[in-house]
């Protein structure tokens, strides 16, 4: 019999708490995205975090921990040997990464797949290199619009980005070119983890905007996740944000687009509002992708605010067979050196009104021990292959 009939998963994308024990392996040594961001600003409220009790998890200079918090909360630990986006949420949702995604951050793309993808979608290529994504639209975008050369870069992360102008480029044909990037970067010597669309407007320097238009295209998961399991128990599986992209729609039955994390918030409340049967899988990409990489504890803690505040509403509209899970997928600590994701272990903060117990979990090994709950709660089995040990029996 289960124990809550709507699940709501929520990723802070990027909002660690900690350095894991092999984090210096990874170049991260004394991060902490959630505290250093609390140590970075004159003031910082978030009062539904603080009564779940976000505060017990670090130490943060804005904010007392709680003693008595709704929730029950812990750290988790990513098995996964790495740190971006798609291997965090797919361990979310139950598989480990064993092989990193490959990068192409130090050289830009080999000299091949360029020419291939020029001979392939009819543009030259500009840029190759890795770039924020404001800056090389301050640095190559009025080149594009004159010529209609295409914009290629990368980051830190598995990811070939392409930008189009939405006029002059056309979002259509930005789209197309992705589509023929994501078909040539299958091959296992340049295989990325995501091939993206990232759509932009304005004419000249200073004026440039990216815009909500953005597609990500990635790679199917390697294995069933818990998205699948649920799908083919019959359950609603709702994404909101970019987890459809991540999981290349699978296990997904309902796919709603985020144009901000703040419209993400929103429309997780309207979805509590609604009769479903199953999970609500949530994405905020905007702590990572404005400013975690951008290097701006500032503009972070005021998206936590802003966050904080939808985040009460939400806790007023839930029922008692409703369950919360608030969580991350990696860090991104603002405060650290260069422009990369941290190695962090993330938060696990779980409530729901019928809860009668709170207080501190043993921190866990994996991520996965979130798509392992959903799924004991509905009484299915997670797929072969997967990881991860359920912590249902644990919230009482």
Not at 40 to 47: A, D, L, Q, R
Not at 281 to 294: K, S
Not at 333 to 353: N, Q
Request: hydrophobic share 35%.
């Amino acid at each position: 019999m289960e124990k809550y009939s709507r699940i709501f998963v929520v990723v802070m994308d990027s909002l660690g708490v900690g350095e894991m024990a092999d984090s210096e392996e990874y170049g991260d040594v004394g991060v902490n995205t959630l505290e250093h961001i609390s140590q970075s600003v004159e003031s910082f409220e978030i009062p539904n975090l603080r009564r779940l009790g976000i505060a017990n998890l670090c130490n943060l200079k804005q904010v007392e921990p709680i003693e008595r918090p709704l929730a029950y909360f812990t750290k988790m630990n990513e098995k996964s040997c790495s740190k971006d986006t798609m291997t965090g949420h797919w361990e979310i949702m139950g598989l480990e990464g064993k092989q990193p995604f490959k990068t192409f951050t130090d050289t830009g793309f080999p000299p091949e797949l360029i020419e291939e993808l020029e001979k392939r979608t009819g543009h030259k290529v500009i840029g190759n290199k890795s770039a924020s994504g404001t800056a090389i639209l301050e640095e190559l975008a009025e080149e594009e619009i004159a010529t209609g050369h295409m914009i290629v870069y990368t980051s830190a992360d598995s990811v070939l980005q392409i930008c189009g102008q939405e006029e002059t480029f056309d979002l259509q044909e930005l789209y197309r070119c992705c589509e023929i990037a994501r078909e040539i970067t299958m091959r296992d010597e340049w295989k990325v983890g995501r091939v993206i669309a990232r759509p932009y407007v304005g004419r000249k320097r200073g004026e440039f905007k990216r815009t909500s238009n953005r597609h990500d295209y990635a790679l199917k998961p390697f294995g069933k996740t818990a998205l699948d399991a649920l799908m083919e128990a019959g359950l609603d599986v709702i994404s909101i944000g970019k987890i459809k992209d991540i999981f290349d729609g699978e296990g997904i039955t309902r796919a709603l687009k985020s144009k901000s994390s703040v419209h993400g918030m929103e429309q997780t409340i309207q979805i509590a509002k609604e009769d479903f049967h199953g999970l609500c899988f949530v994405n905020l990409v905007d702590f990572d992708a404005l400013w975690g990489h951008r290097r701006n504890p500032q503009g972070y803690a005021q998206e936590i605010e802003k966050f904080d505040v939808n985040l009460g509403v939400l806790l007023e509209l839930l029922k008692d067979e409703d369950l919360l899970i608030i969580t991350a997928d990696h860090g991104n600590d603002p405060t650290y050196t260069g422009t990369d994701h941290t190695r962090e272990k993330v938060p696990f903060l779980a409530y729901s009104p019928s809860m009668i117990g709170f207080g501190k979990l043993p921190e866990t090994d994996t991520f996965a021990a979130i798509g392992a709950t959903v799924v004991d709660n509905f009484g299915i089995p997670m797929p072969e292959g997967t990881i991860g040990t359920s912590l249902l029996k644990e919230l009482v």
